[in-house]
């Protein structure tokens, strides 16, 4: 069965640091674009940063310095390191599959149920 | 970054009727690069469309998507109960940030 399933969140103090692990099963995480993707309470969808092809990778300006995506290919797993964390990294964090090839983007076609993080004093 | 813009915020329609999202780009993109995806409460979205106008495997053909450059459309011809939720737009960006829309809320009417 092709899915993937997060883990490590939980509850942390601001300025501390997290480790969220996404471990997929049924593909390759090298062969695809590996991306977490996050929502706040009661808000929108925000794309946090991508992997693909074992070591390129790609932030959106609010990770960018303080988070790194990572893959351990020997585990099949993606991990995103989260440092400096602030109250509004509060969200639940999603793993998920993206496609592209030949100029085409095939979508995150395949999400985990995410795992939650908080960050409070 | 691409900024995308959701419209309307909110849709009020009853079941049967015709539903039409609006995403719009802050400049222009591969219609290649654009995905819809459906969220409902508690649950992971699901990928309704990729390439603008594909529909994803498994997703009915109620649903299809179109447009170009920067303006992009999501329709869901006759709603069916289960398909009040939110949807999200969302553009692949390649070596630059992707990003998603604020979302449409589709509620019942």
């Known amino acids: 069965e092709v899915q993937v399933v997060e883990s490590g969140g939980g509850l942390i103090q601001p300025g501390e640091s997290l480790r969220l692990s996404c471990a997929a099963s049924g593909f390759t995480v090298i062969s695809n674009h590996m991306s977490w993707v996050r929502q706040a309470p009661g808000k929108g969808l925000e794309w946090v940063s991508v992997i693909y092809g074992g070591d390129t990778t790609y932030y959106a300006d609010s990770a960018k310095g303080r988070f790194t995506i990572s893959s351990d290919n020997s585990k099949n797993t993606v991990f995103l390191q989260m440092n400096s964390l602030r109250a509004e990294d509060t969200a639940v964090y999603y793993c998920?599959?993206?496609?592209?090839?030949?100029?085409?983007?095939?979508?995150?076609?395949?999400w985990g149920r995410g795992t939650t993080v908080t960050v409070s004093s | 970054e691409i900024v995308l813009t959701q419209s309307p915020g909110t849709l009020s329609l009853s079941p049967g009727e015709r539903a039409t999202l609006s995403c719009r780009a802050s400049?222009?993109?591969?219609?290649?690069?654009l995905a819809w995806y459906q969220q409902k409460p508690g649950q992971a979205p699901r990928l309704l469309i990729y390439?603008?106008?594909n529909r994803a495997t498994g997703i009915p053909d109620r649903f299809s998507g179109s447009g170009s450059g920067t303006d992009f459309t999501l329709t869901i011809s006759r709603l069916d109960p289960e398909d009040f939720a939110v949807y999200y737009c969302?553009?692949?960006?390649?070596?630059?940030?992707?990003?998603f829309g604020q979302g449409t809320k589709v509620e019942i009417k």
């Open positions: 390439g603008a106008s």
């Open positions: 969302q553009q692949y960006g390649g070596s630059r940030p992707w990003s």
């Open positions: 400049q222009s993109i591969s219609s290649t690069y």
């Open positions: 998920a599959r993206a496609g592209f090839a030949s100029g085409l983007y095939y979508g995150m076609d395949v």
